[in-house]
């Protein structure tokens, strides 16, 4: 996952009028339409007042999650257990459904008026009877659901997607979806092939379904197919991932798995014969959760990144040479110094992307350095010798 590269103030003042217009045009509504004034109570005591509100649909989540005057966070908390129940299956084991029944009583204790949102008094203990479990304690939501369809029919998301999604991402620039980094994104003025993923699912969160901090721009596959209502702990608007893992090759075919070796067979190895990975440099769950619901491991691991990675490995053994002789002379030969011997590895990744680790629109990009750093390391290292 790769943190959402902000655009420059022009776009950004641009973006914040989006939804600053939004804002106004819901509360244009609350003012004509007579049988809104029905969310208006419900709005009140979830923001604790209007200047709030708006902070819901203009502002950044750092700004909004703990106003003391309102109950962004045990909505927040609350529709975190309910979509922990409804992900819940029958192969979790008892002392899973134990602990989230404990879970829920012990954050009570610290955020009380989370039962002005939740039913706990009827909170289902008896774990034997899996349906029944999940059953009974979907009771205790009842309130949050009859509040989320209420938010859901006036904030309406379909309107809001209608007259912005286009707008929206044509300003944020963002080329390459930021969740994968793998599938481009196109954006024109008339249409763009991006969705709108809400990094607080909307099914779960629909007080947050119009929100900018919200709104994160994906490929159809990852909003679709991978993330959909999935929650996840790192926003990329405001995280990025791609510090904790790194993607690695091996080739199964030879016993000695050294880049000496694989340049040495170069002519023998095959798309078939490289094997994709990712390395994990965390023992964070949340990142280990994000990668293994994005599949990131099996969505690289195909066979036209393991042909690049073969084309790769043929250009670095048609230089080696050359790297060598550089290198055993001391001296300038087609190259002034290691770091243009390095710059060798540009057809696979521009030195100054690889250099700025900036990747939000270079699709595959973080593929690309990782694997080109395998190389550099290389060649660092004859360098040493």
Not at 21 to 39: C, P, Q, V
Request: aromatic content about 16%.
């Amino acid at each position: 996952m790769i943190k959402l590269e902000l655009p420059q103030q022009p776009q950004l003042k641009e973006i914040d009028v989006c939804f600053e217009n939004y804002y106004k045009s819901l509360l244009e509504r609350l003012a004509k339409d007579g049988n809104t004034h029905r969310i208006i109570p419900e709005i009140l005591k979830l923001c604790g007042n209007m200047a709030n509100f708006k902070l819901l649909i203009t502002d950044e989540w750092f700004n909004i999650k703990d106003k003391s005057d309102g109950l962004f966070l045990e909505y927040f908390l609350v529709g975190r257990f309910y979509l922990d129940l409804k992900k819940m299956k029958s192969s979790d084991n008892k002392k899973y459904r134990l602990e989230w029944v404990s879970n829920i009583l012990q954050c009570i204790t610290h955020y009380p008026k989370m039962e002005e949102l939740i039913d706990c008094n009827h909170l289902y203990y008896k774990t034997a009877n899996f349906s029944k479990f999940k059953k009974e304690n979907n009771k205790i939501f009842s309130k949050f659901i009859e509040l989320n369809e209420k938010l859901e029919n006036f904030l309406n998301y379909k309107r809001y997607r209608k007259f912005y999604r286009v707008r929206l991402w044509g300003l944020y620039s963002c080329e390459v979806c930021p969740y994968c980094n793998l599938n481009s994104i196109v954006n024109h003025s008339t249409f763009t092939t991006a969705d709108i993923e809400h990094f607080y699912p909307q099914s779960f969160f629909p007080l947050f379904c119009v929100s900018k901090f919200n709104l994160v721009p994906s490929c159809k596959d990852c909003n679709q197919q991978f993330k959909g209502s999935k929650y996840f702990h790192y926003n990329p608007r405001y995280y990025g991932l791609d510090e904790y893992f790194k993607f690695k090759f091996s080739v199964n075919s030879l016993f000695e798995k050294t880049i000496d070796n694989y340049l040495s067979h170069s002519k023998e190895i095959t798309e078939d014969g490289i094997n994709l990975a990712i390395e994990l440099y965390t023992e964070n769950k949340y990142v280990k959760e994000a990668l293994s619901i994005l599949e990131i491991s099996n969505r690289y691991n195909n066979l036209n990144n393991r042909t690049e990675i073969c084309k790769f490995i043929k250009i670095a053994e048609s230089k080696r040479g050359l790297w060598l002789k550089t290198i055993e002379n001391g001296a300038i030969l087609e190259y002034r110094d290691k770091e243009e011997v390095l710059n060798e590895l540009s057809p696979f990744l521009n030195s100054e992307i690889y250099q700025s680790r900036k990747f939000m629109n270079i699709e595959k990009g973080k593929f690309k350095a990782d694997i080109s750093s395998i190389f550099r390391d290389y060649i660092e290292d004859l360098w040493s010798r």
